[in-house]
Each structure stands twice: as structure tokens, then as C-alpha cells.
């Protein structure tokens, strides 16, 4: 059996090797503004940060649109140590689709979330080497529903694919995403019931 890795552990590596009074380039992906949220925390206290709100996953497109209504009220508020530069990303929600087709029936959690995590991993790592960041990484492990671990070696791969770095993370730790949820309340954010796609959109 292969040895648990302790993401947050690595990532508190990764910022201690940054030489001091630089701010390294990171592309981080967005998953929503409430988790988004306790992540900006984090990240802004040692990287230059670059929001990208790439869910392809996300149904229907009125739902997209109004979750990314909430990083206005979000970007707004004064709990982050740096600015936050916010890139534009595309909605095509036809790339989800075609990606995880024959895997419909899936359950929340299994191979078709797998492949979500790919799509939307793989879309932040082209992102992050035609900007020259220095490195990316995803929101998505702020949540207990979310597979840390798949996450993170995904990136990993997409990592040595792209030649971009990726910033180990598994941002639930240390009281995360019980954060996420006190800045949502705080910041008045919209706090969505179900995961994005339309399959999680009807699971039970």
C-alpha cells in the first residue's frame, strides 16, 4: 500500500524554499468564491495570485453565472495580504461533457469526478504556462467531499506535462474549509448545495 502523503506538509515546504522578499507567480483555480476564499488567505501571503475560473463542469450556464457573481463581493474585502488579479476563463461546458461521456451514471466521487479534476486541472496548467507562472494549483481540496490525493498527483502529472510546477496543497487542513465557511457568511457570499455539474445537481 502506498504511503499516505502529506499534502499541506508539502506545501508549507514549497513556500519555505521561495527566497525571501520575492512573490512567485501562482495560477490558482477556482473552484467558487466561498472556497475560494479561505485559499486566498493562504496564498496571498506568499505568491503573486492569479484567480482563474475554469469549471467547465459547472451546470446549468445561469448557475456559472451567478457563481461568479460572488468573487466581486469576495475581491472586495480586506483579508488578503496582496491584490488578487482575476483572468478571464472560458464557460464551454460541452469540453465536460464530451470528457466524461460513458461515465454518466457514475456516483459522486468515482471515475467521472476523476476525470472533472483532470479537465479543469488540465485547463489551469495551459493557463499557467501561457502567463509564466511560476506555479499552479486548484481550490477543490478545501472541500471534504473532494479527493485530496487525486488532486494533487493529477497536478503532478500535469505538472511534468506542462513544465509548469504544481503547489502541493491540501487547503481542508488546519481548519480550512471551516474557514471558507465563516468568510462565506462574512463576505454574504452564495454558498451552493451541490457540487456543479447537472449529474451532482441531481444526486441524491
Known sequence: MAQKVNYQLKMEEIVKSIPA???PK???QCCCAPCSSAVLEVVTRSFDVYLYNYNPNTYPPEEYEKRLAQFGPLLKGDGFENEVHILDAPYHPEEFFEAVKGLEEEPE???RCMVCYRVRLEGAAKKA???GADYFTTTLSVSPYKNAQALNEIGGAL???YGVPYLY???KKKEGY?????LSHEYGLY???YCGCKFSMYED
Do not use: H
Open 129 to 131: 504556462k501561457e502567463i
Open 109 to 111: 466521487g468515482g471515475k
Open 159 to 161: 505538472s511534468k506535462k
Open 191 to 193: 454558498r451552493q448545495d
Open 178 to 182: 471551516k474557514k471558507s465557511i465563516a
Open 26 to 28: 501562482l495560477l490558482l
Open 21 to 23: 522578499g520575492t512573490k
Open 169 to 171: 496543497s491540501d487547503f
